[in-house]
């Protein structure tokens, strides 16, 4: 056991006398140590009830024989640093989370470990950690909330609702007594918020990789069987670290891919198209753009959550969850159902008893939403390295447009254009500077988008940045322009007016100016000061790579 090197031997009796003044026995220092990186917090609604989850892990992993070691990890909750310059930090954190979990579990020779997560960025910086460590690892999220009922009696409403009716309520479209009823209803109970948003999106992918059990990704966190799995989470634990059964055996090249593929039959957030990279890089696996038109080409969209549909996540997990989604998808072919995951079982021994009970949520492969998968990656002059769109989420006539740049250098100036109604049908709004390194932070931008889908413009005007959208956001909204401006991208050398053609189904993005006149400019160029001189995010700053390469700290 990795744990011997503090616990085993007479030179290790001043680290036994330590663990005992925390109250741990010897017949628990004769077990192995199981690390629970708890990111409970009361700032995080996904996060609020974690420790409950942690208690149940602990519950399960002493009725298997290990020894629970419990420690916390920080976590930002991306709805409330939405839209203000806390919202630089948030992908920032990631990098944290990856690095404290490494640290502590090193620090403390654990043997195994369980990953107690939910939220945007915790469930990647965890999945990193997992992968760099490589030592037996699980996954137990804390679920996502249910769907708010509309006081109206109009149906489910969620975050995302909210954030729209602020543009309602902007342009006069709709009262201050709606829009109070409306944020007091959207979000009813603890958990991840209950779309599929960039954190279930995240959860559901964990389950699909095989770092977590099924259930994992859409069991809502009011349920007690929620309780129950993270019961059996803590039991698995013991087992995958008796048969030593590591991270990076089951977070395999097969397993990204299958990840992918089900990430385009979901309609997932664009964000995990910063995230897989990132993660499969300290698996030691590569990911590249490429790979997201080749699978997404390939796989239908079969279920259409918000924010591009009217279901949720408890919807999901009815009809069938993640392991439903993954059977039906096995007929594409895609899936590699050998791949072994955290239950012990391969992908095709977890799904062979599963099946659709509503094929309204989960559709047949032969009546999907759409013939292509949820995102698409599109190419062109104005993004060399490529750039990420939620299709699923855009309306039809807007997969093909072209208009005018209404350049800015800020998603608050942006957002101040868009609510002070400058900003015209046809429009291409273009806010630069905001990647991970000219940010930095790389924010996400649901206030912007969400205002221009409350003010009846998702129909008639697009948004590109080299920042990145919430899961929530929906319209074309196309991020992640890479090399960014920052990086002295052609972005950064965009002109008021300058007209730009988005092709979608193309897979294309053009500025419709000669190679000659953007050389000219590039070669005028320079990069301004740094937004933010001191402190973490100055350092980040220096050290982030693209968002194509998933915006990791080299």
Known sequence: MKSDSVKKGIERAPHRSLFKAIGYTDEELRRPLIGIANSANSLIPGHVHLNRIAGAVKAGIYMAGGTPCEFGVIGVCDGIAMNHIGMKYSLASR???????????????????????????????MLMAAARLNIPAIFISGGPMLAGKDPSGTGAIDLVTVFESVGAFKSGRMSKERLNEIEDTACPTCGSCAGMFTANSMNCLTEVIGMGLPGNGTIPAVMSARVRLAKEAGMKIVSLFEKNITARQIMTKEAFKNALVVDMALGCSTNTILHLPAIAKEAKVGI????????????????????????????????????????????????????????????????????????????????????????????????PDGCVVKQSAVLDKMLCHEGPARVYESEEDATDA?????????????????????????REMLTPTSSIAGMKLDAHVALLTDGRFSGGTKGASIGHISPEAMQGGPVAIVEEGDIIAIDIPGKKITLKVSEDEIKKRLSAWSAPEPKIKEGYMARYAKMVSSASKGAIVQ
């Open 95 to 125: 990098e944290i989370i990856a690095d404290s979990v490494e640290v502590m579990a090193i620090a403390h020779a654990l043997d195994a470990i369980v990953m107690v997560t939910n939220c945007d960025k915790i469930v990647p910086g």
């Open 418 to 442: 868009i609510m002070n109604g400058i900003i015209k049908k046809g429009d291409v709004i273009l806010i630069r500077y905001e990647g991970p390194m000219g940010g930095p932070g790389m």
């Open 288 to 383: 590249d753009l490429n790979m997201i038109n080749e699978i997404s080409e390939q796989v239908p969209h079969i279920c259409s959550l918000s924010p591009g549909g009217i279901h949720h996540m408890e919807d999901l997990n009815l009809a069938g969850g993640i392991q439903a989604v993954i059977k039906e998808i096995t007929k594409t072919g895609l899936i590699n159902e050998q791949s072994i995951t955290v239950t012990g079982k391969t992908v095709g021994e977890n799904i062979k008893e599963q099946v659709i009970k509503d094929e309204n949520i989960i559709r047949p492969l032969d009546n999907p939403y759409h013939k292509e998968g949820g995102l698409a990656v599109l190419f062109g002059n104005l993004a």
